[in-house]
């Protein structure tokens, strides 16, 4: 979808918390993504509330794996799950609350001549330690603007995509970031 499609009748931006009034047109599985549908580009989106802190809670999987654990990408930890075993899970979105979240920004391909950096974060949940890419646009702006570096995040809620195939697996990524307070350190 383009900014234009997804804005408000003021023109500004939907803002992470925001509840929204969107009109849509069909439902639209593809794949393991079982919760997309086609929205009405031509209607404006509704801002009708907003989320707030407490309220994430009642949304979130309290426990068990993100999908499947124990296939692993080179930087990653828990990232990675095969493309049958995607599609037998349950859509590709999960909120989960974490007591903390430790960012990393590095170049992980440096050593093979990619020179574009990234933000990685870590955490645990139910047991279980992750390491997955960091997709907020919001954080990997505030982050890529500082040195290569660790950095800790508090209590926060985590918006976990299970991303598109690519090259026979599907890849766990950290959408959304949304630390107790919206304090970013």
Not at 168 to 179: D, H, P, R
Request: glycine share 10%; charged share 25%; hydrophobic share 35%.
């Amino acid at each position: 979808m383009s900014e234009y499609e997804r804005q408000y009748e003021d023109g500004s931006d939907p803002r992470v918390l925001d509840i929204i009034d969107i009109t849509l047109v069909e439902r639209r599985p593809n794949g393991h993504q079982a919760e997309n549908w086609l929205f009405d580009p031509d209607k404006y989106w509704v801002k009708v509330g907003e989320c707030n802190w407490t309220d994430l809670g009642r949304f979130t999987q309290t426990n068990g794996p993100l999908w499947i654990n124990n296939h692993h990408t080179y930087h990653g930890q828990n990232d990675e799950v095969p493309v049958a075993d995607a599609a037998a899970g349950s859509g590709s979105l999960r909120l989960v609350h974490v007591d903390a979240v430790h960012l990393t920004v590095f170049t992980p391909g440096a050593a093979f001549g990619n020179p574009k950096r990234r933000v990685q974060g870590r955490f645990r949940f139910d047991g279980n330690d992750y390491a997955l890419w960091i997709t907020d646009p919001r954080i990997e702006r505030l982050y890529l603007a500082q040195p290569d570096g660790d950095h800790d995040l508090g209590e926060s809620y985590l918006t976990i995509s299970l991303g598109e195939p690519y090259q026979g697996a599907c890849y766990k990524l950290i959408a959304a970031v949304n630390e107790r307070g919206g304090q970013i350190s």
